[in-house]
Nanobody
Framework: QAQLVESGGGLVQTGGSLRLSCAAS????????VAWFRQAPGKAREFVAGMAWIGGITQYADSVKGRFTISRDNTKKTLYLQMNNLKAEDTGVYYC??????????????????WGPGTQVTVSS
């Protein structure tokens, strides 16, 4: 059974860092595109960062460029999101997602077919 499970969330002060992980199982991880999304309280879920199946091709939301880094380890079937210089507006539930490998925009949520349950990130000022 295909599954994605996030971990690494928590409470951090403004300016701090967190590293999220997403462990995949039941998927040919090296053959899929992956991404991170987040949902702040009272807001719609939004794209954060995405990476192609071959790695090296990434896309970021403008709000996180220069602060967040997406990476993957295909041997460990794990996706990561390194988050630095965190701000209060980064607070939310972070989800990892997967889709069949494809070209083009990585931000549309409806192109992703597998989702994790999410992990809470809270940034306090």
């Amino acid at each position: 059974q295909a599954q994605l499970v996030e971990s690494g969330g928590g409470l951090v002060q403004t300016g701090g860092s967190l590293r999220l992980s997403c462990a995949a199982s039941g998927l040919q991880f090296s053959s899929i595109d992956v991404a991170w999304f987040r949902q702040a309280p009272g807001k719609a879920r939004e794209f954060v960062a995405g990476m192609a199946w071959i790695g090296g091709i990434t896309q970021y939301a403008d709000s996180v460029k220069g602060r967040f880094t997406i990476s993957r380890d295909n041997t460990k079937k794990t996706l990561y999101l390194q988050m630095n210089n965190l701000k209060a507006e980064d607070t939310g539930v972070y989800y990892c997602a997967a889709r069949p490998r494809s070209v083009g925009d990585r931000s549309p949520q409806n192109t992703y077919t597998r989702w994790g349950p999410g992990t809470q990130v809270t940034v306090s000022s």
